[in-house]
């Protein structure tokens, strides 16, 4: 809460310029007075000014530089406030603060936020996109005309079929779509391979100790979810990871909708670099459904219960038996027959006895939280 005393305190800075963003988070004790009530002020230009509410000597100091959370309340005076998925010059400054390139490119400029940057900071700079207006550079299809220590990418969000998220070919720029263009995409393998694809084909154009810095973020439609960064390979040193949060985005406004689900309210940064010209290290997201019921290693008391959940959560030893001799763990046992009895015996917590050789799976909510629940080694 902002009492009248905190409005004194914060007033002559807020004569400095136009607040478009005020948050107080009271946190942590010290030893000689209370709580830290740390004040933000976000101004249109972008400053951020903090200081303690609860502090007698109260002061104001500038915010600066990037921290493993970022959050950029404004957006400063960059870019096109009307082109949908932008992001905030004010974070393209941070970086190039941080990172010093010596020739910045862009390859996906969209609404030319970091080209009004790079220009400002006098960052020599190369900003493309696949419209028109930015050369009609394909980045599926083309590779970079020349190479840079710094690639700023932000790529389309892979949108799910029917969702709202931002499409660019012939909605935000042209009049058609175009198949090169990842906005388009709805199926999350094909969105995997040309994210895939585009991220080498960058990559590639490094020069030795050069960084690739890609904002992403995830997905969600109708119960479906999707982690770009999750799902991407990954080609070069993974340097940093940052995670923004996401103001204004969609979600906020569904929040209250009555629909169960946690709004995404975040986009990851992440900074990969090369270091040799040669070799790089490389990791691959392989996708696989494993069947456990053609696997040796999954456990026997495991394998007991989802078979008895699979079955309706009740069944005999022998029909259990029946289900559990096909699978391949049964194939190296001697024994199966006694092993699944044992197995029902020796964890009573799990499962019921309900008639002689009948067992059921306990009901979730009748178990009470208890210590002494048997554990053993795999
Ligand atoms: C998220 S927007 C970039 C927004 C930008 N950072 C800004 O602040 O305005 C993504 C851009 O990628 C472009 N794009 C999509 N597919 C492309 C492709 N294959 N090659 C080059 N650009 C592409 C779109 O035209 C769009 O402008």
Redesign the pocket.
């Known amino acids: 809460m902002i009492t009248v005393k905190d409005l004194n305190l914060l007033a002559p800075y807020m004569a400095k310029g136009k607040v478009l963003n005020m948050e107080v988070k009271e946190f942590g004790r010290t030893r000689n007075r209370g709580a830290v009530r740390e004040v933000l002020l976000e101004f249109e230009d972008g400053t951020k000014l903090t200081g303690d509410l609860n502090n007698p000597n109260f002061k104001m100091t500038k915010l600066q530089g990037l921290t493993t959370i970022a959050s950029y309340f404004v957006r400063g005076k960059?870019?096109?406030n009307q082109?949908?998925?932008?992001?905030?010059?004010l974070l393209?400054k941070d970086l190039i603060e941080f990172y010093n390139p010596k020739f910045a490119i862009?390859?996906?400029?969209?609404?030319?936020?970091?080209h009004q940057v790079f220009s400002e900071m006098g960052v020599n700079n190369l900003c493309?996109?696949?419209?028109p207006r930015?050369g009609e550079?394909?980045?599926?299809?083309?590779e970079l005309p020349c190479s840079s220590d710094f690639i700023?990418w932000?790529?389309?969000?892979m949108a799910f079929e029917g969702s709202s998220m931002?499409r660019?070919?012939g909605v935000?720029?042209g009049k058609q779509k175009?198949s090169?263009?990842?906005?388009h995409i709805t199926d999350p393998v094909e969105f995997t391979k040309?994210f895939n694809k585009?991220q080498a084909n960058f990559y590639a154009s490094l020069r030795k100790g050069g960084r690739m810095a890609i904002?992403m973020g995830d997905s969600r439609y109708r119960g479906k979810y999707y982690s770009m960064f999750k799902n991407m390979d990954m080609y070069g040193t993974l340097e940093q990871v940052i995670i923004k949060e996401q103001h204004n985005c969609i979600s906020d406004s569904i929040k209250y909708s009555g629909a169960k689900f946690i709004p995404i309210q975040h986009e990851y940064l992440v900074i990969i670099r090369k270091d040799d010209n040669y070799i790089f290290p490389c990791h691959i997201v392989k996708s696989v459904n494993v069947d456990i019921r053609k696997s040796e290693k999954i456990t026997w008391k495991t394998l007991v219960q989802a078979t008895l959940e699979n079955m309706g959560g009740k069944a005999s030893v022998g029909e259990l038996y029946e289900a559990l001799s096909k699978h391949q763990k049964a194939k190296t046992n001697n024994n199966v027959r006694e092993k699944i009895r044992q197995v029902l015996g020796k964890y009573s917590q799990e499962f019921e006895r309900v008639a002689d050789g009948v067992f059921k799976l306990r009901d979730l909510s009748s178990r009470v939280s208890s210590n002494n629940l048997v554990v053993q080694a795999l």
């Open positions: 960059y870019g096109n082109w949908r998925g932008n992001f905030s010059g393209v862009d390859p996906m400029v969209g609404g030319g936020t970091s493309l996109d696949l419209n930015w550079f394909d980045a599926l299809n083309m700023l932000h790529p389309p969000y931002p660019y070919s935000e720029w175009h090169s263009d990842g906005s040309w585009i904002v």
